[in-house]
């Protein structure tokens, strides 16, 4: 009788807490994991790949597409689609998390926009000047709306405003 590695038991550890959790979880193959949870008209699900550097490639592919970081351990993974779950449930309370998705959705197709911008065309000076203000307009903003709105989850720290 071959035994598992201890990988594969870990690996075999975190699918179970993630299912006790609540989520479907396949393995495509061999080294990716798909996890996916299913609230009301939303599918939350996430994916995550063991790289040759044997660290975890980890994004969220819906609602929409983010890349969330590597990884050391599947424990740091199972973790933080724990605390993204229970983020994600608090803000489907909002009678704006259809539009909060919307938005985060044509945020995604803007990058890949520019992204097709700049690899296929030409982009002269004034142009990508405008662009650069633009998406700091934004950001600006994004910030700014932070300051001036109430905090409504609190059990960890919002990694992006640690600028």
Do not use: W
């Not at 890349?67 to 803000?91: L, P, S």
């Amino acid at each position: 009788m071959k035994s598992k590695s201890s990988r594969l038991i870990r690996h075999d550890i975190c699918r179970q807490e993630l299912i006790e959790f609540g989520a479907k979880v396949m393995d495509v193959s061999e080294i990716m994991t798909y996890v996916a949870f299913e609230f009301a008209e939303t599918t939350i699900a996430y994916i995550y790949s063991l790289t040759p550097e044997d660290e975890f490639h980890f994004e969220r592919a819906k609602p929409y597409v983010m890349d969330i970081g590597i990884y050391q351990t599947e424990n740091e993974i199972v973790d933080i689609i724990k605390n993204d779950i229970k983020q994600f449930k608090n803000a489907m309370q909002s009678s704006h998390f259809k539009q909060f998705i919307e938005i985060d959705r044509t945020i995604a197709e803007t990058v890949r926009n520019f992204e097709d911008l700049y690899l296929y065309y030409n982009i002269d000076e004034p142009e990508l000047a405008k662009i650069v203000a633009e998406v700091r307009r934004l950001k600006d903003e994004i910030f700014a709306v932070k300051d001036t709105s109430e905090r409504v989850y609190f059990a960890s720290e919002p990694q992006s405003f640690k600028e």
